[in-house]
């Protein structure tokens, strides 16, 4: 299967690659040497070719061969008149001071004007072969997108799109917030960033990732974002390896599959210590839609709250040939008849046909759009089985996990292992518990605490929030450890409320009490001993 999955990656990759290229965007050669990097330092807040601009930082970029590194001498707001200049040659390196201090207000073009690549007000563009492009510590407001990337490499060449601590919000179609792809040599990395309330047309709403050979999403926040058709916290379509961890996707809505995440014809994807919820789907997979890829495995996460229109509609859909889930809560999640909903495994929940219709208009209508002519297959690995079909499950597992639903609904050739269902996991909102994410704490009473899997934590010692990963008993089920109840230092002291006095006061109130008593007990010993 594995053969057959990156055959077909390989030729999506080629027809974005080749899409891209019949939209009339130039994609640049290798060059023959590497020349040293190029530093550019802005010193102005001003949208204006003077030196000293970003603007004009990007014109240099592209002007000169070689890497590019653009860094700020300036903190406060840049608000863009139009898009930055595309970058076409060599890699590009944003360094901004914070994503707290230097915030880019993004441009926006009516959206009659939105035809083409070229029309697209991206706030940043970058168009490469081979090359890296990173962005880091700045905040990107506004505009129709915010960043493209082309990630165009071979066996030998693995050029990276980076992102850490950077903020994309309120951006709005046709674009997105992120939209990246290449012929699955490069590698796309979101580390301690927040994307919120972006809207991706039809698909993407905060990431959109295709044709790639890694994706990791790492402490970073996917809220409130919305797509139309699918993906609208995050899609991967034609990603081999996608990993998401300690991370937070939630809120992001969908009027058609995978609300928070939607991800198809991949080797693997990997969800650790995160947590989905509030997301919502109009058709089915409101929290997760994964198919057509080798193996998923959810170790340690939370998904709960999310919901579907569709009456049966699961929140978590693994449309795949083998998973795992451990040490995780799928509870909560509701469809539209209020009946539990966390989880099916198989096809028989997507109608038939219905990822071949996404796919092609995935191909055909994205910002990195696959040749019309081409074929519409959908899956890495066989022609799509008719609804109710059974799907052929090798070893899988689940193990040490709580689930809102009944045991019956889980197929019987699925190995599975101290887990509870039909439980209620008594989780707190989604609210900040500590981190750089919103979690959901368990209560102390919840059958989560102390129930999970340690051996499956392979090394990591800090739940989702960073606080310690095992404490009492044993590890907890989720993405949270409950930690234990301590007085914080400086903070005030119980007191009782009828005397006003504090546990060390009292104690010493009761000791002068005794002493007090001791003593008078001696007088009247002393004084029955003289008149005797």
């Not at 990656?9 to 974005?16: E, G, K, L, M």
């Not at 609210?431 to 989560?448: E, F, K, V, Y």
Request: proline share 5%; glycine share 12%; net charge negative.
């Amino acid at each position: 299967m594995k053969k057959q999955s990156q055959v077909s990656v390989r030729w999506a990759a080629s027809a974005f690659a080749g899409a891209l290229v019949c939209s009339g965007v130039a994609v640049a050669t290798p060059a023959s040497a590497v020349p040293a990097v190029t530093a550019v330092s802005v010193t102005s807040l001003a949208d204006t070719e003077t030196p000293g601009t970003l603007r004009s930082a990007f014109i240099a970029a592209e002007a000169t061969p070689g890497a590019d590194e653009i860094t700020f001498a300036v903190t406060g707001t840049i608000t863009l008149e139009s898009p930055l200049p595309t970058v076409t040659r060599g890699g590009v390196s944003i360094v901004g001071p914070g994503s707290s201090e230097l915030t880019i207000m993004g441009a926006t073009v009516p959206e009659v004007e939105q035809q083409s690549f070229e029309g697209y007000s991206m706030t940043f563009t970058s168009v490469e072969f081979g090359n890296s492009f990173s962005i880091s510590g700045l905040t990107i407001s506004g505009g129709s997108g915010a960043i493209v990337a082309f990630l165009n490499g071979d066996d030998s060449v693995a050029p990276a799109f980076t992102l850490s601590d950077v903020v994309v919000e309120n951006t709005v179609p046709l674009a997105g917030a992120v939209a990246v792809a290449g012929n699955m040599a490069g590698t796309a990395s979101i580390v301690n960033s927040v994307f919120s309330n972006n809207k991706g047309g039809e698909f993407g709403g905060a990431v959109y990732a295709g044709g790639l050979r890694e994706l990791s999403i790492d402490s970073s926040t996917i809220d409130g974002n919305s797509a139309v058709s699918a993906g609208a916290g995050v899609i991967a379509p034609y990603v081999t390896d996608v990993r998401i961890v300690n991370s937070t996707i939630s809120n992001n809505t969908t009027d058609g599959i995978g609300g928070g995440y939607f991800g198809i014809a991949g080797l693997s994807v990997e969800l650790m210590q995160s947590t989905f919820s509030g997301n919502v789907a109009g058709a089915f997979g409101s929290a997760l839609l994964v198919s057509d890829t080798e193996t998923a495995t959810i170790l340690h996460s939370t998904v709960t709250g999310n919901g579907s229109a569709d009456a049966d509609s699961p929140a978590v859909i693994l449309d795949v040939p083998e998973f795992s889930i451990d040490s995780s809560i799928l509870s909560g999640n509701r469809s539209s008849a209020a009946v539990p909903t966390d989880f099916a495994f198989g096809d028989e929940w997507i109608p038939t046909g219905a990822l071949d219709a996404m796919v092609t208009e995935v191909q055909a209508g994205s910002t990195f759009a696959a040749d019309a002519s081409a074929p519409s297959e959908s899956s890495a690995s066989s022609a799509p089985v008719a609804a109710g079909s059974p799907m052929p499950v090798q070893p899988s597992t689940i193990s040490s996990s709580l689930f809102g639903q009944a045991a019956t609904s889980v197929d019987p050739s699925i190995d599975v292992t101290n887990s509870l269902f039909g439980a209620d996991a008594q989780l707190g909102a989604l609210t900040d518990n500590g981190g750089r994410t919103l979690t959901h704490l368990p209560a102390a009473t919840s059958p989560a605490i102390d129930a999970g899997n340690a051996a499956t934590l392979a090394g990591l010692t800090t739940d989702q929030r960073g606080s310690a990963r095992v404490v009492g008993a044993g590890v907890d089920v989720g993405s949270v450890e409950v930690q234990a109840i301590v007085t914080p230092a400086g903070a005030p002291k119980a007191e009782l409320a009828e005397t006003g006095m504090d546990a060390s006061g009292i104690l010493l109130a009761v000791g002068a009490l005794m002493l007090a008593g001791i003593a008078a007990l001696g007088v009247r010993r002393r004084r029955a001993h003289s008149q005797a």
